[in-house]
């Protein structure tokens, strides 16, 4: 089975034309496909966004017994269908049933009048599914019941690459079973894992990617032994295990902050105090970290290189699913030391600003 990269991930959404206005607007995508009940689309409306090689499906169901609207009631809008561009999803489809997937849709093949493809879906984890993709002939941007909109140029403004990685948050006591399943199951190599503690907190992750490279999952799970911490409250607001964050790669971090900054989008505050001794931790770092700190950059090294990411602030009402811009300098992991180092930054922060209110409350008591 060859799985050759993403071919798109859809979200199920409460408003399809909202999460539109979000991921177009903020992020920079643009419409390339719609659908509904007018074009086959049964009891939902859907959207297809593009930007370079990323394509999101928004999909909202109009019927309250629809997939789409039971998911966004349990979990709220998330990431429920990862799809895997394969070379022959009937083989893949048989190749995964034999190995112990669960399907969930059998191999159908959908026409137009210049395009072709072949679809199938398995059951990944929890409520997330994998769709096969076999794209036959026709455009990268046909799916089965949306009218594909008139073509829209590549511009310079295509800063965000492709899809980097999904980061999947499991509960405890799951990782190793979901781990095994993509090992055993999808073919998946495990090429990193880490115990990852930092203030009375901690996690397992462990990442495993599909053997061409363009397929990576890191995957989270707390540990109950420590404080919970941000992947406990991910699995409370999310009602389980789920997509936690899509981090999406470029080229020059920078400028896509800039770019998304000037649209609107909301990033994660980075504390002043991450910076000081940013290049004590990773060794010099290209640029200027003045540039890195005025936009809250960060950065962590491996054996590999450099990388640089920064997360978006949720989009959600549930404050679960957010963004990440990651640029790889030949970094092959995901920024853990980062965790660590905030958390210290942040702390350091919170001592001096305590310091400075009991020095102020001195000289109020003393004036």
């Known amino acids: 089975m060859d799985i050759r990269g993403i071919d798109h991930i859809e979200f199920y959404v409460g408003d399809a034309s909202q999460a539109a206005f979000y991921f177009g607007n903020g992020v920079g995508m643009r419409l390339c496909g719609q659908g509904g009940p007018e074009t086959g689309l ?3 409306r859907s959207l297809l966004l593009r930007h370079a090689d990323i394509r999101l499906l928004l999909t909202s169901g109009l019927t309250v017994d629809h997939p789409a609207a039971e ?7 998330g990431i429920a269908v990862v799809a895997l561009a394969v070379d022959d999803a009937t083989k893949a489809y048989a190749e995964l049933l034999d190995r112990g997937a669960v399907g969930a849709l059998p191999p ?8 072709e493809v072949v679809i199938a879906e398995v059951e990944g984890f929890a409520d997330v599914r994998h769709r096969l993709v076999e794209r036959r002939r026709g455009g990268r941007d046909f799916l089965p019941g949306l009218a594909e909109l008139p073509p829209v140029a590549e511009t ?7 899809i980097d990685h999904l980061a999947v948050c499991v509960p405890p006591g799951q990782l190793a ?4 399943g993509y090992r055993e199951v999808f073919g998946f190599d495990e090429i990193f894992h880490e115990y990852v503690e930092v203030g009375g907190q901690a996690m397992n992750s462990t990442v495993v990617q599909c053997p061409s490279g363009r397929v990576t999952l890191v995957l989270l799970e707390p540990d109950t032994n420590r404080r919970a911490g941000q992947i406990d409250a991910f699995l409370a607001q999310h009602s389980g295990a789920g997509v936690q964050h899509l981090g999406l790669r470029t080229n020059d971090i920078i400028e896509a902050i800039g770019a998304m900054r000037q649209r609107g989008l909301r990033f994660a505050r980075t504390p002043a105090a991450y910076y000081d001794d940013l290049e004590t931790r990773v060794g010099r770092v290209d640029g200027s970290v003045d540039q890195l700190r005025e936009f809250g950059v960060l950065v962590d090294r491996d054996h590999d290189g450099q990388l640089l990411q920064i997360f978006t602030e949720s989009m959600h009402v549930r404050r679960t699913l957010f963004l990440e811009l990651i640029e790889r300098r030949g970094a092959q992991t995901f920024g853990s030391g980062n965790i660590k180092a905030l958390y210290e930054a942040k702390e350091r922060e919170l001592a001096v600003a305590a310091s400075a209110g009991g020095v102020a409350a001195t000289q109020e008591v003393t004036g």
């Open 42 to 44: 049964t009891g939902q």
């Open 71 to 77: 998911y966004v009631r349990r979990h709220g809008d």
């Open 108 to 115: 159908t093949t959908v026409t137009s009048a210049d395009a």
């Open 156 to 162: 310079a403004e295509d800063l965000l690459v492709e």
């Open 177 to 180: 079973e979901t781990v095994c």
